[in-house]
């Protein structure tokens, strides 16, 4: 799993809201389906691209399987979004400083 893959996942509307839906609780293809106007083979390609960047899993066996939502991948993006955060911070920090400094010449 990529933060690449992952932002890539969520950046179709479909899949985004996919995601949204498991978040309530996991849920089987045809149900998680009914609200799209496409076919159950669509879905199931939103579905492998969601599997392939790690945001959700279903187990194998027979049909139907449940569709679950990894938090994991939304650990990788809290820490990936925070560091970033963090530099962001700790430039306006030093903005702030230089201005402070230069007002007060």
């Given amino acids: 799993m990529t933060m690449s893959q992952v ?3 969520l950046a179709d509307p479909t899949r985004l809201d996919m995601v949204i839906r498991l978040s309530d609780g996991d849920s089987t293809v045809s149900r998680l389906a009914e609200p799209y106007r496409m076919s159950l083979q669509a879905v199931y390609k ?7 960047s790690g945001l959700v899993t279903r187990p194998p066996g027979p049909q139907p399987r449940a569709v679950h939502l990894e938090t994991e991948a939304f650990d ?3 820490a990936w979004i925070e560091r970033y ?3 962001a911070e700790e430039r306006y920090t030093r903005l702030d ?3 402070k400094r230069e007002n007060e010449k």
């Fill in 76 to 78: 990788l993006m809290q």
């Fill in 46 to 52: 939103h579905l492998r691209v969601l599997e392939e």
């Fill in 97 to 99: 400083e230089l201005l």
């Fill in 85 to 87: 955060r963090r530099r």
């Fill in 7 to 9: 932002f890539a996942a």
